[in-house]
């Protein structure tokens, strides 16, 4: 069992930085997927980035080159830089943990928005 608390969320004007953190409980926290979704008002959650085990990270499009993922497994821990933000950045982020199977968690979400 994992549990996941999300941290970090708050109001940013545009083209402002934030950074949110996801700090997970219980053990083997080096061992899963970690990832980093998004929910905006009135459209489905989607992924914004993942990091593997090993420390491989993938993005959707329309963050690359402005969002940065990372974890840190001695502090069970991982985080994301927002840099550049958008309007369009606003929603709910959600942290995730994913080891396949039924090990897959959720965090409660921090909300992030951006708005002048």
């Known amino acids: 069992q994992v549990q996941l608390v999300e941290s970090g969320g708050g109001l940013v004007q545009p083209g402002g930085s934030l950074r949110l953190s996801c700090a997970a409980s219980g053990s083997d926290f080096r061992m899963y997927l970690m990832g980093w979704y998004r929910q905006a008002p009135g459209k489905q959650r989607e992924l914004v980035a993942q990091i593997t085990s090993g420390g491989t990270t993938n993005y959707v499009h329309s963050v690359q080159g402005r969002f940065t993922i990372s974890r840190d497994n001695a502090k069970n821990t991982l985080y994301i830089q927002m840099n550049s933000l958008k309007p369009e950045d606003t929603a709910v982020y959600y942290c995730?943990?994913?080891?396949?199977?039924?090990?897959?968690?959720w965090g409660k979400g921090t909300l992030v928005t951006v708005s002048s």
């Open positions: 995730n943990a994913n080891r396949g199977g039924r090990e897959n968690y």
